[in-house]
């Protein structure tokens, strides 16, 4: 009796662990499963790692979601056209994202893409291949993805803006620093006054005044140059922070640290001449006069 | 005399610094105010825009976004549930494409046009005739299809109400091998979203359906445009108009704000911030050296006052005031020079492509003047600051004998 | 000096300066009391102290050692604002180097000091038009510091320091800058001043100015040595 109540506890056991173990049994491994690349974006907001499984699916229900292993993780591209928007983003391969987007009601949504990304044998070709393309199939756009630089692309109208702003800022700053310089210029009346009263020339404390302007203002000018690439940092480490993105959006170029200098420079030298000017051109008398 | 009387004739006093020191305030001020009108404006003036269509609901398929529309699944019926909705004035049905516009025999000057087709014959706020007759709310068969074209399309062509026009709708991509479609210009108007570059024609749905080649698809939409009942509102007549078709996303016009505020109009937003703060900087550096250096260069008097009895407070007070003055008067100058400046800007911005005409940029509101007035006051109040320390604590007696011997 | 209770009234005043090569004795141990109504002058070399002791007498300055007492009372106890108070109404300062102010007319410069005391449009009106008469100024009101010779200027800078009618009057150097002559008329206008009651006491190189003081302090490295 006992050896049967055993043999049937025995066989109830053994199909517990069959039943249990059929799910396990019938789904695919993970190792089975399709991958994805998920953006850093995406992967910090699901919180997911490599090797984790997702879901996606193509309908908000999550209706005909299809498991994913996560393969990787990836660093979008930055965009600066879609940089406002979160990269919440997945790279499946094109079969799998066909099968889960396909409609039942259109046979050629499983065989439709939205686009062709080419690379051309010579890339000096590619306005002609792509009016050539345009030309014979009607129904796509095809245009080549460098940008032509008219005044109609949006990063064009930005850098005038930015231009127009930097100029009203240089005409401000220009008003000021003439203001300071014609105060520098009265505090040394008196010392000016007393040189020309020693028989020092006029052509002589202008040089004098130009020397110093031209050191200051040099020295000024880079200065302002570092004080930029200091702002740079700031600035990009704040938007880069904002947007969660890796664009950069100021670049102090070699370019524009010679052109802020060479705008710069002759600006201060310009102000220090005018203000002395306000004081060469009194007599010796009124200039030591209290 | 006054702390205000004395510092406005310390400043007076040497008008060729005075001058060129409110004129730099002027100018950071302009830029300033600009910035400020920078942060809102895009969002004031697209939220207008919207509001004048006369409609305030709009419906679009979940495919896309409020701009790239799919075609809406069963639009006439859709149109017709949201009609007989309680909260609902009135519903207008449109859909829109890309066409070719050329007078008959000039096909080589055709003009690419933005076309729309509208269940509203008139549909004030979207567009407005100012020559010839709205689209009749019915065609009699054989006759062309009207149109309303803008007033910059009738200019470039050379036509008007009567004239005829040829159409040739691209369905995407550069070429088209549609035939074009005889239509007359019933009328001649301005369309609030027209862009300026790019030339707009308006037509029936029918007529949009014909230039197509598809005349079966004539109750095809891809926006359903609704206007809520006075005292029900956007709000309740989108969620009464989600709740019947939960397949459409239904926007009211301050959520369509609110998604462009969170996408496109950021980026100015951000950088009217960063322009703001770093000219508030700057312009506390220039006031605060040109005060500092103004007190240096009269310590004698200052150390004089003291020594009369002036106490720390009126020395302060004074200097207070001339940073007021001179911050107030630049500040003062700033708005109109702003307004001309923003009018500069705006046009710059305005050169992207394909914003409405009616879009701006730079959007006077009154509540930008008063914060921008507070702004240039705390930043004059702050530039003085140094300035004032360096007056109130001089030492009285070395001052005064440092002035003798220099 | 007379019986009368004092002005004021320095016991044992120092005052060092902390310098980078080293602190230096300005004023090392001098007591001085002025009574009401004297006319003093301090002479000495440049550096014995003569300013600095001016500055500590008028409230100016604060000794290191010593303490000074105005009208009675230990001005080392005051506040910055008490002390202010005293030099705006009890004090009048003349500057060698006149220290007008240049933004104003003669007139203004007189009325600011009587402004800050409170005084009323009418009182200011009054009381400044007779000091510019006083000076003998009435034909320069509407002039600037700088359409203004030396000797006016100076005259300019009397009135301002007498416009509270202050108890004592203070002048370091007031003719330093000034020719001879120019010299002798402020020296007379420091004659009527004294005898209208105001206590004096003026720093002074010039021996002429220095003749007309009632009593004479000569200071040498910081000390009085005689006087």
New interface residues.
Partial sequence: MLSSHRARSAAFVTSLLLAAAFPLLSAPAVSDLPTVLVSRQLAERGKLHVGDTATFANDASGANATRFRVAGIYEPTPDPMRFTSPRIEARLHLPDLQAMTASRDDPASGESVRALNIRLADPGDADAFATAVGARVPGIFARPTTRARDGSDPFVVLERFHLAVAIVTVIGSTAFLLALMVMRSEERRETVGIIRLLGVSQRFVLLVVLAEGVLIAAAGAVFGVLVALAAEGGVNQFFQWRYDTTLVFVRVSARIALQSVALAAPLGIVAGLVGSWTLLRRDIVTLVRR | MTAWGLAWRTLVHNPARACLAIGGVAVIGALLFDMLLLSRGLLVSFRDLLDTAGYDVRVVANEGSPIHRAPLDGAPALADAIRRLPGVERVALLRTGNAMAMTPGHENTAAGVTLIGSTESAMSGAWDIVKGEPLPATVAAGQPTPLIVSTKLAELLGVGPGSPLRLRVSLGGGASALPALDCRVAGVGTFQFEAEDFYTVATTMAGFAAAQGAPESEGDADLVLVASAPGVGPEAAARAIAALRPDVRVYSNAQVVEQFNARAFTYFRQISVVLSSMTLVFAFLLVATLLTMSVNQRLGEVAALRALGFPRRRIAANLLCESALLVGVGGAAALPLGGALAVVLDRILRGMPGLPERLHFFVFEPRTMVLHAALLAATGFLAALYPVWLAARLPIAATLRREIVS | MTGTAPIVEGRDLTRVFPMPAGAVTALGHVSIRIAAGEHVAITGPSGCGK??LL?LL?C??RPTGGSLFFEGRDTGALS??DR??????R???V???F?L????TAW?NV???Q???GASKSDRRARTRELLEYVGLTGRIDHRP?QLSGGEMQRVAIA??LA?RPALLLA??PTGELDEATGEQIADLFDRVHADGTAIVVVTHNPVVAARAGRRLAMKSGMVVAG
């Fill in positions: 300013s600095t500055h008028g100016v300055d910055e604002s202010s108070r005293i030099r705006l109404n004090i009048g300062f500057f060698q180097r220290f102010l240049p933004m104003l203004e009325e600011l000091p402004a800050e005391a700088s301002r320091a509270n370091d150097e």
